[in-house]
Each structure stands twice: as structure tokens, then as C-alpha cells.
């Protein structure tokens, strides 16, 4: 059977002993919950319950569409101390001689900001009516001047909110990706030495093809796992434009920036996968290891690259978008949130998929002495002997 | 004969130590060959060698294999079981035995034909689906040895098969050996339990410190056994045994392993008889056995005279 065959063969075993259609579908359930809790908090936020202000002498309009009510009020401040006691308005408001506005209430007003937007639109109209001005006249004083800008290229609009969203939303499932395949990676790896499972693969398979086969498997149930939540994430962005109106990004639906993502997706879990195969094929145990700690670096460019969200196409994102180890999310952000040019996009993948393809063959030369190596840790120093030793 | 492996002079170092030094032999087609010897006397680490999982730093191993000579042994025509073993353990059996069977290159069904036959025959079946770490220790080694062998090998290596199983489970593991051997199959057998590898080694080569200290065909090394009658006496409370120092038939005296025992060795060519009468009216005795020469006794003298002629050297 030849090394590839094997190495399939690895990545349909390593990704079934990790998939399960419960646990899927209990990610699904989890999402599909979360969505109602946050849709039924909107709703309650946005259509609670309406609060009733009760003016004397005043003429106070509330706000189209809000919560706020105004009712008059009685002239007797027995009869007004009644309606606050019986809750039937929240509040008392009257004008003072000094002309400030007073509010009685029983309890704390959390209604305060949309009555002082009504009171100050009421001022303004009385101000208006004092110096004889019309609605109309204030509107042409107070107009702002004109300016439209025109890009060349109509891909190049600026970024706006969803973009951004999505782009953040993008990293965090890229780091998700990458920390979930580590997980396993190394609960398997370190398992099957402690299993002494080691001896009896190696005997069979050339250890190349056995790393292959888990960077393969695991990386691609991390994926599948991310693609759930993904399925997810649309089912609530679905919701999300009856429920709040937002609108999916249309750089979503150009396939070939799809394509992108997900090529960067897999060579990031194919060059990180390798990285974390080839540490932990050297962790002895992981529950007394102080190397564990080591497995969490690759943390730190990942998290550089959110500095892409605010200047796309600023110097340092674009080095950290050429940059292997920055690259897989750096660049797919500038993709999203900008329009970098063909060649840089062509250039950042193929060092990328070389970064990937010199990870893999290091990793294998770690794991190949890594594996059968029982009651002692290699050192740096060991590791940079295996990985650089001629004639492997 | 053509040898089915030819070992030329090997060696390997692991941190400046010396684990196997200038060994040479042979395994013929067919045979049960024994690599025998003491804990860190290097067998693990020349099957290791022998299967590719590391390299000599010296020397050559050539396998003749349907006509061709390589340096290694192909996977799909060779098993390992090897000493420092273990399964998945939160993967039902069945699935394990296939895995491993398509692993060594056999189909999907085949592979699970074979699993299912093997499962059969060893009294697993009705547990198949159950994950390993369901079985006992037994019955997990037998699914080892099955993932092992499931692709009918030409040549089997197995590297301590006997440790940690009971005597069932040994006689068990015997019994799968002289049926692999009925086969076919060429088995290089590692252990350090002597009494049971001679039952089923065709030729044996023990090791120690890394290197030969003996080898030949089990009727060869009995008839290097000492010959001398050996006799065990269990004795009364309080009696002791140098009376027995004194008999003129006596070669050597030692304490026995128990409370009240003693072994006694007689000159060659003593009668047994007559020191027995003797023997009987000086010393209270509670019972009397004799033991048959074993090659386990030729082994220990081997090695402890290996030991200690190394010894001499280093001093």
C-alpha cells in the first residue's frame, strides 16, 4: 500500500474516533438556542414595556416608535401622588418657575434619556416660534455641506460594521480551527504513546505518511466542527435579518473570496497541525509536562492580526498578510474588509503553502524519533538534530 | 536452505551505552527462532532493527522475500508484536482488527472476514463490538496478537508475548505459535521465559550485555545440560542440611527458596539410591523430588559466567 494510501486511510480513522453526530448536533441545539435567547432579549429591549409620563402645562411629544407615553396630568399633586402610588405613570412632570423641568417618580427612570430627548426637541420648538423661524428655515441653516466620493474601483468602498463583524467573526473561527486541532492533536498524540499504541503503527507505516494522516483527520474534523458552527452562524444570520434587519455582506456571496477563505483556512490548520503533531510526539506526559504551555504560541499571531480590523491596508497589515505565520487570517480580513491586489494574494499563498509544506516535512522528522521516545523529553537543541540531520 | 533473514554484524549505541554489539545470525524459512536473554540484553532493540524502526550503526540486515533481497521487512508481508504494546482503547474491536488489517493492505471486507474469523476462533465473537478497554488483560492481548498477524504473514516477530498472562493464557499463545509455524509462518520469538520457549523454539540464541553468548538447536543445548542429579529435600523443623556435606556421593549443597529446603547436587556417576538410604537416616526429610535438567539452569550459567568474565575484563 503506498504512503498516501496509508496516510487517508490514518486521516478516515483519527477523524472518526474524534466525530460524533451527537456531539454536531448538540452544537447545532446550542446555537440554534443561543440565537432565540438573544432574539426574545431583543425583543423584550426593543418592544418592553411603555412607559407613561403624565406632563402638566406642557406640550411634550414622544417620540415616534418609542416607549414613551405622554398623558396629561392632574392639576392636584393628591391626585398625581394617586397615579404614581397606583403605577398607572412613571413619572410627574411639571415646569418650574425658573423654567427647569421637574420629574416625580417612585423609582429609578430608566426612560430618562428618551424624555430629555423629547424635552430638548421641545425647546428647540419653543426657541424657534420666539425668533420666528420655521421648521423649514431651520432645516436649510443647519444643512450639512455635500460630499460624495467616487472610487474607481467599486470594490474599494470602505469598510462598513457588517464587514468588520464578519472579518473579526472570521479570525475567531480561524483561531478556533487551529486551538480545536491542537486540543486533539495532543490528547491523541500524547494518548497513543501512553497507550504504547506507537510501536505497533510505526512497524507498519512510514512515519511521514502516519503525521500526514493526522494532520489530515484531525484538521479536517476541526473543520467540520467550525463548518457546523458556521451552518449555524448563517441560520442566525438568517434570523438576524427578520428579526433586526441586518444584511449579509455581499463579499460573502462572490465565490472566489469563499474559495480564499477556505483555502487559507486549510493551509493554516495544514502548517499548524504539523507544528502541534510534531511538539506534542515529544511530550512524554502531558500531565506533568511544562511543555503544554509551549503548545499555545501560535496564540500570539493569530492575535497580532486583529490590528488588520483597524487599518486593512496599513503597512503592517499588509507585511503581516505576506507573512506566513500571520498570513492565514491577516489576509483573508484584507480580503473582506479591502481589496488587496492579485499579486500580493498570489504571493502570500504560495509562502504560505511552502511555510506548510517545510512545516510537515520537519514535523515528520520530529515524530519519527519523537514517538518511540518514552521516559525523557528531547531538548530544543535534540529537536533542531532531528529536524536538520541529512539523508532522512 | 536459504535464510529468510540475515543478520551481518549489527550494531547499535544509545547514549555512548553499547545495546547490541557485532551480532550475527540467521532465521530459516519455517522455523521458530528464539532470541532469548535477560532484561537489557538487547533483544528488543535488534527486533526493532530487524522490523526498521531503527537503524544499525554497523552492520547489514538483508531479507529474501519471493526471490529478492531488501533491507527491511515489508509490512505487508511481516508482523509485529511488539513489547511495549496497547490498543485504542475507546474503539470497539471489531473496528480495531480492521483498521489494522487494511493498515497491512488488506480490502475493507477481507479485513473484516479475517477479524471476524480470528474473533471466532479465540472466543471473542460476541464481543466485537465492545470497546478493548472492555477485556481483560488476556483477551486484550489476543486482540493484539490478532491485529498482528491478521494479514497472514510470511514472518512473525513477536517480542515478549508470554509477559503478564496467566498460565492459560500462555498455554494459549503456545498453541497459536506451533499453528502460525503449521502455517508457514517464520517466527522470531523474544522472551526471557526459557521453560516456556523451549517448548515451541526450533533454535535459540541467547543474549547478554548485547551480544551471542550461546546458540544451537534445542537438542544442542540439552545435551550441554549438567547431568548431575539434583535432588530437593524439604525438611523437618530444625533439621539441618550440612549433614548432607558429609556423604561422599554429595557435589555441592544450597538453601533452598522455602523455609526447611534444601538442593543437593551429587557427583557424576553417584547413585541415587544409595545416597538416599544414607540420607534418610541422618536427616529428618517431610518429602523428597528430583528435578529434570532443565535449559533454563543452562541459560543462568551462561549468563552468569558472561557476566562474569565481562567483569574481569572491565576490572
Known sequence: MSPRRQALLVAGWEFRRYFKWKDQVAGLVIFAVLGLIGYGASRLATGGRVVTVAATGIELVAAEGGRMRVVPAPADSAGQEALLDTGDVDGILHRRADGAFELKVRKDPRFLPELRAALADLERRERMSAAGISETQLAVILAPPRLEVRFGDPARQRAGRAERLVAAVFLFLVILAVFTSMAYLLTGITGEKQLRVTESITAIIPPQAWIDGKILGIGAYAMTTILNMMVGGVLLAVLGTYAWGFVIPDVFVRPAVLLLLVAYSLLALAMWNAAFAAFASTIDDPNTSTRTSVMFLPMLPLVMTFGVLRDPDGLASRVMSLVPLTSPSAMPMRVILSNPGAAEIAASLALLAAMAWLFRRLAGRVFEVGMLMYGKEPTLREMWRWMTAPGR | ?315
Open chain 2, 1 to 315: 536452505m536459504l535464510p529468510l533473514v540475515r543478520v551481518d554484524r549489527i550494531a547499535k549505541t544509545f547514549a555512548g551505552r553499547r545495546a547490541v554489539d557485532d551480532l550475527s545470525f540467521q532465521v530459516l524459512p519455517g522455523e521458530v527462532f528464539s532470541l532469548l536473554g535477560p532484561n537489557g540484553a538487547g533483544k528488543s532493540t535488534t527486533v526493532r532493527m530487524l522490523i526498521g524502526v531503527i537503524r544499525p550503526d554497523e552492520g547489514e540486515i538483508a531479507v529474501s522475500l519471493d526471490g529478492k533481497v531488501s533491507g527491511v521487512l515489508p509490512a505487508a508481508r511481516s508482523a509485529y508484536l511488539p513489547e511495549d504494546r496497547g490498543l485504542y482503547r475507546e474503539i470497539p474491536v471489531l473496528r480495531t482488527l480492521v483498521y489494522f488489517g487494511r493498515l497491512r493492505g488488506l480490502e475493507k471486507d477481507e479485513a473484516t472476514r479475517r477479524a471476524l474469523a480470528w474473533l471466532e476462533r479465540v472466543d471473542l465473537l460476541d464481543r466485537k463490538d465492545e470497546r478493548v478497554d472492555a477485556l481483560s488483560k488476556g483477551n486484550q492481548q489476543r486482540v493484539q496478537l490478532i491485529a498482528a498477524i491478521i494479514h497472514r504473514p510470511l514472518l512473525a516477530i513477536l517480542d515478549e508475548p508470554f509477559a503478564g498472562l496467566d498460565p492459560l493464557s500462555q498455554e494459549f499463545f503456545l498453541d497459536l505459535v506451533r499453528e502460525l509455524r503449521r502455517d508457514g509462518t517464520t517466527i522470531v520469538l523474544c522472551a526471557h521465559q526459557m521453560d516456556l520457549v523451549e517448548r515451541v523454539a526450533d533454535r535459540v540464541l541467547l543474549m547478554n550485555r548485547g551480544r551471542e553468548i550461546l546458540s544451537g538447536s534445542v537438542p544442542e543445548l540439552h545435551a550441554t545440560i549438567d547431568a548431575r542429579p539434583h535432588i530437593r529435600f524439604n525438611l523437618d523443623e530444625g533439621a539441618s542440611g550440612s549433614a548432607f556435606t558429609d556423604d561422599p556421593d554429595v557435589d555441592s549443597v544450597s538453601a533452598g527458596e522455602g523455609a526447611g529446603e534444601v538442593s543437593v547436587r551429587l557427583r557424576p556417576g553417584s547413585a541415587v539410591s544409595g545416597f538416599l538410604a544414607r540420607a534418610v537416616g541422618r536427616v529428618p526429610v517431610r518429602s523428597i523430588s528430583t528435578e529434570p535438567p532443565r535449559l533454563h539452569d543452562v541459560f543462568v550459567r551462561a549468563v552468569r559466567e558472561d557476566d562474569a568474565r565481562r567483569g574481569d575484563f572491565a576490572s
